[in-house]
């Protein structure tokens, strides 16, 4: 079984539309994240919720927007796409938030291209 | 802000060489960790090493920590051609917490 499952794979759309990446752990842990990996393969902390509460919201802007139904689920909405939004979308999670558990088990990424 | 920054970018070598990689760190942390991305794929756990340990083994693999110098290398040994990959270190405050990932060392082994 997949630990951490992220849908779609790949998302194709215009510059404008509105769109949603959608993610779920089965490890039990505490701590998801969302991470964006640019065309540079450079991988930076967009978000980190820990038992559905927001605690990290790095310099990103407001037309992203998580959602955590419940510890299991971390979303993505993003609103009126640019260009500059096409890169690689990683979902993670933790079994809780600092202390020595926090490694991070990654899914398997989303591969957002905006024309 | 602290980030882990790796050196060198790109490295490649032939099958059954050692491979180092280092990582350098600007602030106190917690833990070091070191994942593995191949292409097309999310990143892999590979070790964890706390900021009160100095060295750290995990099959071929070996870390060592120098918190004086802030800095980390990762070693691999005996290299395959499944090695392939861009290796990040990732470092975390001293709570554990507010991750920043280096850039990556892309590791082409050639058979």
């Known amino acids: 079984d997949t630990a951490v499952s992220q849908t779609p794979k790949y998302l194709v759309t215009q510059m404008g539309n509105d769109k949603s990446i959608k993610c779920e752990q089965n490890?039990?842990?505490?701590?998801m994240y969302w991470y964006k990996q640019d065309s540079k393969k450079f991988l930076k902390i967009m978000f980190s919720?820990?038992?559905?509460?927001?605690?990290i919201n790095e310099t990103v802007p407001n037309r992203f927007s998580p959602k955590s139904p419940d510890k299991a689920h971390l979303n993505l909405h993003i609103n009126s796409l640019e260009l500059g939004d096409s890169a690689v979308y990683f979902c993670?999670?933790?079994?809780?938030?600092?202390?020595?558990?926090?490694?991070?088990?990654f899914g398997p990424g989303t591969r957002l291209t905006v024309l | 802000s602290q980030q882990g920054e790796e050196d060198p970018q790109a490295l490649s070598i032939q099958e059954g060489e050692n491979a180092t990689m280092n990582c350098s760190y600007k602030?106190?942390?917690?833990?070091l960790q070191w994942y593995r991305q191949n292409s097309g794929r999310g990143l892999v756990h590979l070790i964890l090493?706390?900021?009160?340990?100095r060295e750290k083994h995990s099959g071929r693999l070996r870390v060592t920590l120098d918190t004086s110098k802030k800095s980390s290398s990762l070693l691999i040994t005996a290299s395959r051609a499944a090695d392939t990959a861009s290796y990040f270190c990732?470092?975390?405050?001293?709570?554990?917490?507010?991750?920043?990932f280096g850039p990556g060392t892309r590791l082409s082994v050639l058979p």
């Open positions: 090493i706390r900021s009160n340990e």
């Open positions: 602030t106190s942390i917690n833990n």
């Open positions: 919720y820990n038992n559905k509460e927001l605690i």
């Open positions: 993670a999670s933790s079994r809780s938030w600092g202390g020595t558990h926090n490694e991070q088990f």
């Open positions: 490890l039990g842990h505490d701590t």
């Open positions: 990732a470092t975390d405050d001293n709570y554990g917490q507010n991750f920043v």
